[in-house]
């Protein structure tokens, strides 16, 4: 992923006579003029997945935040996470209701078998994984990024000995140094300012596993930096004065901030995975502190009595998992400048007819060409879009 | 070359004792070895406290206890191996690893091979789709299999793949809906595959529903249920549509002399159906037998392809081997199915096939295929999981080296004269989108003896992953060094042959650089 951030921006691609179709030729002029983060923000505003990705996460995280309050301030919604009350329903099945009219009820999400509600313990639950996941995001951003840089840029023996270090993170699964570190902040060895390090479990967690995670982006950083340090750009800074930091932070960081960004975005999408893997297995957050992987592993044996308690809770991880994966794929779209925004086959084809109607006498050819394929050929894969295979 | 396989190995062998030393003393700190005793109320609990000390070694500094623990493990090297004991059960270390290596083998290799081959095709069929319903469903498929927590899959598949699903087998019956919903889906999804002009689509939609409906529609109404075996009727259709199929993607049905030998061997492997059902009743079988059995299937393969002669009789010979073995796997499926009434019926099982726990039935016995039975039983759920949440990977992997290679000059060239669609997607595309497989596909597959580990303990299958775990439940020191050396070993060997392959799969890449 050699991603050359300061090519010009109306970059043409291939465009010799014969490849001239008419729907890429009107999206290369569309670019034309524009900076290189103008284009990457209109093409990530127009990645639909990536866009009702940012929109269902936001609103998550709103509801979230808001229903259960943060810190002192307290949130809209009438239980909390550990109150128990009295069950309503029989076993404390969701008292939603379709029936006329259609009403929440007390305990939307339903109860768990000592009335605690479980809305409350989701919203609970999603805010602490979310958190974790920002944390260990921003934690491995830091950490991958100046180990990338460091060793990028000056290469030699200090490029040797972080990329060694980065080897002996990877060489041991994951999970299994996730498992040992949250073992050891969840265990009674260690306290800051007098309590017990468990009652900071969900930050320490997430700085702990972001000091693991950060592995797969220093390696790409590094690539970035070594390709990058060779360009023009770099020796006109270090003539005209400029320090190894100034460089590599003003000069250089920004050319690979597309790298960046597109990984600590997937990487957090594994985060979240990790995390809720973690408290599952019972070495991430633990009671009291609930996490969505921790009420998942609560409630795991009551699945065939009160599956309510199990199915929000996964349904809240899948959704963020899968709205930050999307963000991390329209990201990458995005920022890849061999990416072009090509409209999908139905609108490609649609715009041939429209233009064949109109009477276009190139297109019609190409159309023509595409209908006419003999469908006879056995293996499907040449036909109908193998005019465009050219551009893409 | 081999100046950088020493500097490698030396350089990891380095690393390896860094984080093996590392993990040693944070393990050390982490695992509360007197966590039993804690709630104790015993009167002699000082007594108990120290008899613990003395077991564990504890009064030692960490950082000796770590090089006596290296000292044992370094005996490896020479032949007497010391990875220590774990001290609550008091088992050598050595003689757990050996049962939970076996079992961990057992489960991932076949989830590995079928999500590597059905994640392939399905980023091939995705990216050459490109931007179509297909394509689109298929990288939304993808990225929600990508986002599941296997844990999460893991214990709805114990509910509505074996308890309810045990309980539609007692009493296999479907409306109406369900049916017609499942074949027009599966119609779809073959439209959507097979793409080209819209006849062809609606041709595709309206064969792939029938066939569907009509094979589910069979199996209900006959009760194939009850007795899931193919019999010599079905294994002869198989093995025909094998061999058409098997020609189709690797020679193309043009090659008459091709489609002659898998056909050839299809009717060898219908003849010898019964002669086979005889041998397996008369002689007991074991896994080696079966391996004979696959070889000869090759030779026959590879034999009917020469003796059909022609320019290239290895390519005929590879058809008809690859045909051969797909036979001898229907085969051999139908011969364990045959146990599916006995195995029902037996006590133990209660007519509640599909298990939810463990690598076996405990206390079941029974020839070769009854206990190939049972092991499969056990194996299904834990698969199905395995390959639903790491076929996601191979399919983004596939898509995306795929579409890079659609676009090469040497992919245009091939089309330009004149070469069949098949020929250009198979030999040309496909050989070389599948290169950047290759330094994945050795790392998942040699890193996945380390174990699934949250699948391993959902499933109580006592592979390493379970190890693992149990072991820090136990806070046992022994067994987790064990197993981080051994998944620490692995993924440096799983590196090295990744690079290897590499280099000596594409031309332009250098090792000694």
């Known amino acids: ?392 | 070359m081999i100046r950088f396989i020493l500097r490698r190995t030396l350089s990891t062998a380095v690393v390896l004792l860094v984080v093996t030393l590392v993990l040693f003393l944070l393990l050390d700190t982490a695992l509360d070895y007197y966590a039993d005793l804690r709630q104790s109320t015993a009167p002699n609990i000082g007594a108990l406290y120290e008899a613990r000390a003395r077991l564990l070694d504890l009064d030692t500094p960490a950082i000796i206890r770590y090089f006596q623990w290296l000292t044992g493990a370094a005996g490896c090297l020479v032949g007497s191996c010391d990875l220590g004991t774990a001290w609550v059960s008091g088992q050598p270390v050595t003689d757990q690893l050996q049962g939970a290596v076996v079992n961990t083998v057992k489960l991932v290799t076949g989830a590995t091979l079928v999500s590597i081959l059905v994640g392939v095709f399905l980023g091939m069929i995705s990216a050459l789709r490109q931007y179509t319903g297909f394509d689109y469903f298929i990288t939304f498929v993808s990225f929600l299999l990508y986002s599941l927590p296997v844990f999460w899959v893991a214990v709805l598949l114990k509910q509505y793949g074996a308890i309810e699903f045990n309980n539609f087998l007692s009493d296999p019956v479907v409306g109406w809906v369900p049916i017609i919903v499942v074949s027009v889906a599966a119609g779809l999804i073959w439209m959507g595959a097979l793409g080209g002009t819209g006849r062809r689509r609606l041709l595709a939609f309206g064969g792939a529903t029938l066939v569907t409906f009509g094979t589910i529609y069979y199996v209900l109404a006959s009760g194939w249920l009850y007795d899931p075996t193919f019999g010599i009727v079905g294994i002869g259709v198989f093995s025909l549509a094998t061999a058409v199929a098997v020609t189709f993607l690797s020679t193309g049905l043009s090659n008459r002399r091709a489609l002659w030998t898998a056909l050839t061997v299809a009717v060898i492997g219908i003849g010898l159906y019964m002669p086979l059902q005889n041998l397996f009743w008369y002689v007991e079988m074991n896994w080696l037998w079966m391996f004979l059995l696959a070889l000869v299937a090759v030779g026959v393969g590879l034999a009917v392809g020469a003796a059909f002669r022609g320019p290239d009789p290895l390519v005929s010979g590879r058809t008809g081997a690859i045909t051969a073995i797909v036979i001898g796997v229907l085969i051999f499926i139908d011969r364990v199915f045959q146990e599916w009434g006995r195995y029902g019926d037996h006590p133990a099982i209660n007519q509640r096939p599909i298990a939810t726990i463990g690598a076996s039935t405990p206390n079941l016995t029974g020839d070769f295929w009854f206990v190939n039975l049972d092991s499969f039983t056990h194996l299904l759920l834990p698969s199905i999981a395995l390959v639903l949440i790491s076929i996601a990977s191979y399919t983004r992997y596939t898509r995306g080296s795929m579409l890079e290679v659609m676009n090469q000059d040497y992919i245009r060239t091939a089309k330009a004269k004149g070469l069949p669609g098949r020929t250009v997607v198979m030999r040309h595309a496909l050989r070389n989108a599948l290169l950047p497989l290759a330094s994945i596909i050795p790392v998942d597959i040699i890193t996945m003896i380390g174990g699934a580990v949250i699948t391993e303990t959902i499933f109580g299958w006592s592979g390493m992953g379970k190890l693992f775990i149990d072991s820090m439940n136990r806070n046992e020191l022994d067994p987790i060094m064990a197993y981080i050396v051994i998944t620490g070993l692995l993924a440096v060997v799983a590196n090295l042959v990744a690079d290897f392959l590499y280099a000596v799969l594409d031309p332009r890449i250098r090792v000694d650089a």
């Open chain 1, 1 to 392: 992923m050699s991603t050359t951030h300061d090519t010009p921006p109306a970059s043409p691609f291939g465009s010799g006579p014969d490849d001239a179709d008419a729907p890429t030729a009107i999206e290369s002029k569309e670019d034309a003029g524009l900076s290189q983060g103008a284009i990457v923000r209109r093409k990530f505003f127009r990645h639909t997945g990536a866009m009702v990705s940012m929109i269902v996460l936001g609103l998550v995280a709103l509801l979230a935040f808001t229903a259960q309050g943060v810190g002192p301030i307290p949130g809209w919604w009438i239980h909390n996470h550990v109150s128990s009350g009295p069950v309503v329903n029989p076993g404390g099945a969701p008292t939603w209701t379709l029936a006329n009219p259609f009403s929440l009820g007390e305990h939307p999400f339903g109860q768990d078998d000592i009335g605690r509600d479980n809305f409350a313990r989701v919203m609970k639950g999603t805010q602490i994984s979310l958190m974790v996941m920002v944390i260990i995001g921003a934690t491995a951003l830091v950490i991958g990024t100046t180990i990338g840089a460091l060793a990028g840029y000056y290469r030699g023996w200090l490029d040797g000995l972080l990329m060694r270090i980065t080897d002996g993170f990877i060489i041991v699964p994951t999970i299994v140094v996730g498992a040992i570190l949250g073992k050891l902040i969840g265990g009674p060895s260690f306290s800051f300012f007098g309590l017990p390090l468990s009652s900071y479990l969900a930050p320490m967690l997430g700085l702990v596993l972001g000091g693991i995670l950060w592995t797969g982006l220093a390696r790409l950083v590094r690539g970035e930096f070594m390709a990058l340090r060779e360009r023009e750009f770099v020796d006109s800074a270090r003539v005209s004065g400029a320090g190894d930091f100034r460089i590599m932070f003003t000069h250089i960081l920004p050319n690979s901030v597309g790298v960046i960004i597109v990984n600590t975005t997937l990487l957090m999408s594994q985060a979240i995975v990790l995390e809720t893997a973690l408290s599952f297995l019972g070495f991430g957050i633990r009671p009291p502190q609930i996490s969505l992987g921790q009420l998942i592993n609560e409630y795991q044996s009551a699945f065939s009595t009160r599956p309510w308690l199990f199915w929000w809770a996964g349904l809240f991880i899948i959704i963020i998992a899968l709205c930050v994966n999307f963000i991390g794929d329209g990201l990458r779209d995005a920022f890849d400048p061999r990416m072009k925004a090509i409209p999908s086959q139905r609108k490609m084809d649609r715009a041939d007819r429209r233009r064949a109607a109109a009477g276009g006498t190139t297109v019609t050819a190409a159309t023509t060409a595409s209908a006419a394929e003999p469908p006879d050929g056995g293996s499907a894969p040449s036909d109908g879009d193998d005019t465009r295979k050219g551009e893409l």
